[in-house]
Every structure is written in structure tokens, then in C-alpha cells.
T-cell receptor, first 113, second 108 residues
């Protein structure tokens, strides 16, 4: 029962470097999300995809791009990493956007130096 | 916009009962969810209230009052393993909006 799988689990980047965080779910969910979590700030939505082929901005989209590659996969790209993007990133999915329960991956701990 | 307010920290004794409150302001409200997150872990779903009233799942219960834009999570017979952060979240026809979380410390 894999659920939502994120890679990598840990990453250190230098300022200005780029990278892509990968996320895949095996539950046949339509909706997928990327959140970031900072101390004392809770979970803030970066981008989401309500269904395959659609993406929308969340609360904090600046500095990020996303791709819904297919129904299973939703990637998050940092084109030019900044120290302010040091955070824990969580991917999540749900059957549809208004569902009661979202399922989270184990997170990616990103440090930008 | 949307906003949720919950206490930042709560401390309770093992075996006791603790209530974590959540007030919210939002449009297009479907219901209120609660998630648990242990240090270093991922948020996991605990409960959902789509209607007013109390929902019970084992030692955990959750309550919603739509007219008061208020809900709470009640944890009974506290155990040390309940030490974690608890988030309320508003369900709408778009992604979940989370509160900033309440850190619960259970002490002996």
C-alpha cells in the first residue's frame, strides 16, 4: 500500500540551483496538491491540480512551477532556489477536490544555502 | 479569504481529556476536518464534520457548529503517543485550507 510517494526525502541546494520534487499516488485520485510547511505557519498551499490536465495557483505560488504529468504524477519545480524556500514540502491527493480526506506523502525536507 | 484560529500550544496530563478549539472564516464551506501530525511525520486524517454535532471515533471526538463557525477536537484518555500537532482544516470545493496547528504535549 504505497499511497502517496515523494522523492527525494531530503535535499540541500545552493541558492540559484534548480530541482524538481516528484510525487506519485497509486489510489487513482483525481486531485493532487503541493503544500509547504514552515514552523508556526501550518500547511500552506503552493499549487494544486483538481484533475489531470489542470493546475491552479494556491496561496504561495511564487518561485514554483508544477506539472501534472498524468493522473498519477504531480511534480513541483524550483527554477532558481532561494533560502526562503527552505521548508518541508508535502504532496497530497484526494479522490476529488471537495473530498473529506486528503492523503499525504512523507514529505521532502529542502534546505537552500 | 479564509482564516482559521486555533491555540498554538496545549499541555495535558496522561489519562485526562483535552479539547482543541478551532474558529474559522470562509466562503463555500463544506465541513471541518482534523489532522494529526507527529514530529517528522506527515499529516494524517482524524475526523470530518459535515453537519452540526458530534462525531466520535474511539478516543477522539469532533464537534461542529456552523452557526458559530466553530469546531473542536476532543481527545479522551490521553496517552503519551497523542503528543503531536493537530490541525483543523476547512473543506470547500477547492483544496483544504489548514489552520496553523496546535501542539499538544501530554505529560505524565
Amino acid at each position: 500500500n504505497a499511497g502517496v510517494t515523494q522523492t527525494p526525502k531530503f535535499q540541500v541546494l545552493k541558492t540559484g540551483q534548480s530541482m524538481t520534487l516528484q510525487c506519485a499516488q497509486d489510489m487513482n485520485h483525481n486531485s493532487m496538491y503541493w503544500y509547504r510547511q514552515d514552523p508556526g505557519m501550518g500547511l500552506r498551499l503552493i499549487y494544486y491540480s483538481a484533475s489531470e490536465g489542470t493546475t491552479d495557483k494556491g496561496e504561495v505560488p511564487n518561485g514554483y512551477n508544477v506539472s501534472r504529468l498524468n493522473k498519477r504524477e504531480f511534480s513541483l519545480r524550483l527554477e532558481s532556489a532561494a533560502p526562503s524556500q527552505t521548508s518541508v514540502y508535502f504532496c497530497a491527493s484526494s479522490p476529488t477536490g471537495g473530498d473529506t480526506e486528503a492523503f499525504f506523502g512523507q514529505g521532502t525536507r529542502l534546505t537552500v544555502v | 479569504g479564509q482564516s482559521l484560529e486555533q491555540p498554538s500550544e496545549v499541555t495535558a496530563v496522561e489519562g485526562a481529556i483535552v479539547q482543541i478549539n478551532c474558529t474559522y472564516q470562509t466562503s463555500g464551506f463544506y465541513g471541518l476536518s482534523w489532522y494529526q501530525q507527529h514530529d517528522g511525520g506527515a499529516p494524517t486524517f482524524l475526523s470530518y464534520n459535515g453537519l452540526d454535532g458530534l462525531e466520535e471515533t474511539g478516543r477522539f471526538s469532533s464537534f461542529l457548529s456552523r452557526s458559530d463557525s466553530y469546531g473542536y477536537l476532543l481527545l479522551q484518555e490521553l496517552q503519551m503517543k497523542d503528543s503531536a500537532s493537530y490541525f483543523c482544516a476547512v473543506n470547500r470545493n477547492t483544496p483544504l485550507v489548514f489552520g496553523k496547528g496546535t501542539r499538544l504535549s501530554v505529560i505524565a
